[in-house]
């Protein structure tokens, strides 16, 4: 599926992920910036902060309560905020919409 990556800059770049893999995958692989992952996907650094977009939504599982805790105490989190290395792409053919929050 293809995902949109808007960035922190102000710009936006598509990228075509595997299903089975995270957004946080397909953005560390491509190098893009904002998504820092520092724990590499382990649920424990919240440096892979982004927004889900209100369309896209739907398409994830909802949080597990590791990744709830790390949201509660994290700047700037809201009510579509979660963590990329927790978001694997489902087989959609759906665009996927992903803010993301520059995290550092
Ligand atoms: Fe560390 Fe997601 S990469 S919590």
């Given at each position: 599926?293809i995902?949109t990556?808007?960035l922190p800059d102000g710009?936006a770049?598509?990228?075509?992920?595997?299903?089975?893999?995270?957004?946080m995958?397909?953005?560390?692989?491509?190098n893009?910036?904002?998504?820092v992952a520092?724990?590499?996907?382990s649920?424990?650094c919240?440096?892979?902060?982004?927004?889900?977009?209100a369309t896209?939504?739907?398409l994830?599982?909802?949080?597990a309560e590791?990744e709830?805790?790390l949201?509660?105490?994290?700047?700037?989190a809201?009510?579509?905020s979660?963590?990329?290395?927790?978001?694997?792409?489902?087989?959609t053919?759906?665009?996927?919409?992903?803010?993301?929050?520059?995290s550092?």
């Open positions: 599926p995902v990556y808007h710009t770049t598509d990228v075509d992920v595997q299903v089975g893999q995270t957004i995958d397909g953005s560390t692989r491509n893009l910036p904002g998504i520092e724990c590499g996907g649920c424990s919240a440096t892979c902060h982004v927004h889900v977009d896209s939504n739907g994830f599982a909802e949080p590791e709830t805790e949201l509660e105490f994290l700047d700037g809201c009510d579509r979660r963590l990329s290395c927790q978001l694997v792409v489902p087989d053919d759906e665009r996927i919409e992903i803010h993301v929050v520059d550092r």
